[in-house]
């Protein structure tokens, strides 16, 4: 039985966005927060409040949230045994560094629980400090450490977060443009986004070729590039514009890095805690790296806690390798312990597969849209791709135009992908079946409407 709550809203928007208050609160963020600030701009609300599926904006306009804190309110928002379970732990202890307590030990416990049977004997879990970022760090120091090795591979198009070294490992240019004297020793290599080949080939000849450039280049003498510490992988590009990784293209990576005793670390920051449909998303490549990121999800209700989890032959780290003052955030480990318990009890993986076959269903048919480059996914996180059928090029006027008519019309949806050219879609895990409905409706009529005006 999924979770529900007794009473849901109804998407309601009255009037011109931004309403008169959310414009008074966007003004003073304007005027006293930092410019870096992102989300509003195309998103223009200011939120009172959320419940399940959806949001509040001062105003009191309702929307659909299906970008649900980009990941992180796996159980939507403001679910009442997180709530309850997050409150009963602040009137026993509230930090505990890395402490054991209680509650740590049953998160540990629980976490662990959700790893595939084979795995769980020999895994270890080091907190980190309270970002996705941050355990990005620690995997790399760790692998660093346990081989005595400098240098790094990762994937173009993948985002890893925006400290300075997670933002060296990250595609994206822009971010890293204005920052001289980046991490070193980091080596892009193409990914397997077919949509937009990265060596040019027509699809219907392509052997996942992407990979066997980097197999090539590693096991060259002459290849130019030393033996790793780590090769860093999302099994889902989340940022980059929703691109699952081919079967094959991970099943050689992950043979690869085996073969020639390099850590394979997935980055699960986002596709973690059953976003895919199972807890991890390497699950349904049918393998096992040695060094997995999770973040956003693991409290279920937007507490911060981030961690890395490893294989124990890594464990090579002296005491106090990577610290963080809020690594010890007892009311996360209590409010995941409690996400872990409900996932189970109300089949919420049952929940995001099938929730994610209606929606491919509903929205399947944009695939023959002459303006839809593609429409891909996993579980629920899906993106659709926009791009000028006459150059290939990515349309991100008309994803901006698809994003501002649903938020008028009461859904919440995010942009990402090259040149913000990919609709994203995250809805909380508990969706129901009425605002999946609801949410590719509104998709639907917005692809069409907004093409005229891209």
Known sequence: ???????????????????????????????????????????????????????????????????????????????????????????????????????????????????PPEMRSRMRMHFCGPGGANAVDAAIKLCKTATGRGDLVTFQGGFHGSSHAAMALTGLVAQKRPIANGVPGVHFFPYSYCARCPLGL??????????????????????????????????????????????????????????????????????????????????????????????????????????????????????????????????????????????????????????GRQLERRLGVLRDHPWVREFRGLGLMWGIELADPRDGSPASGYARAVQAYALRHGLIVELGGRDDGVIRLMPPLTVSEEEMEFACTILLDAVEQCVVGR
Not at 264 to 270: F, K, R, Y
């Open 202 to 355: 027509a699809r219907e000849t392509c052997a996942t070729n992407c990979v066997g450039m980097l197999e090539r280049s590693l096991r060259d003498p002459n290849g130019g590039i030393p033996l790793p510490a780590a090769v860093i992988l999302e099994m889902v590009q989340g940022e980059g514009g929703v691109i699952p990784a081919d079967r094959d293209f991970v099943r050689r990576v992950r043979a690869l890095t085996a073969e020639l005793d390099i850590p394979l670390v997935v980055d699960e920051v986002q596709t973690g805690c059953g976003r895919t449909g199972t807890w991890f998303a390497f699950e349904q490549y049918d393998i096992e790296p040695d060094v997995i990121i999770a973040s956003k999800a693991l409290s279920g209700m937007g507490l911060p806690v981030a961690v890395i989890l490893y294989d124990e032959r890594l464990d090579g780290w002296a005491p106090g390798a990577h610290t963080g003052t809020f690594r010890g955030n007892q009311a996360a480990f209590a409010a995941g312990t409690a996400a872990v318990h409900i996932v189970r009890r109300d089949d919420v993986l049952g929940n995001v597969r099938d929730r």
């Open 1 to 115: 039985m999924t979770y529900t709550h007794t009473a849901r809203p109804a998407p309601r928007v009255d009037g011109d966005l931004p309403g008169p208050r959310s414009a008074e609160f966007l003004e003073h963020q304007r005027q006293w927060e930092s410019s870096a600030r992102a989300y509003p701009r195309n998103l223009p609300i200011a939120i009172a409040g959320g419940e399940g599926s959806y949001i509040r904006d001062m105003d009191g306009n309702v929307f659909l949230d299906f970008l649900a804190g980009a990941g992180v309110l796996s159980l939507g928002h403001n679910h009442p045994e997180l709530v309850q379970a997050a409150a009963d732990q602040l009137s026993v202890l509230t930090h505990g560094l890395d402490f054991p307590t209680p509650a740590k030990r049953e998160f540990v416990d629980a976490q662990l629980s959700m790893l």
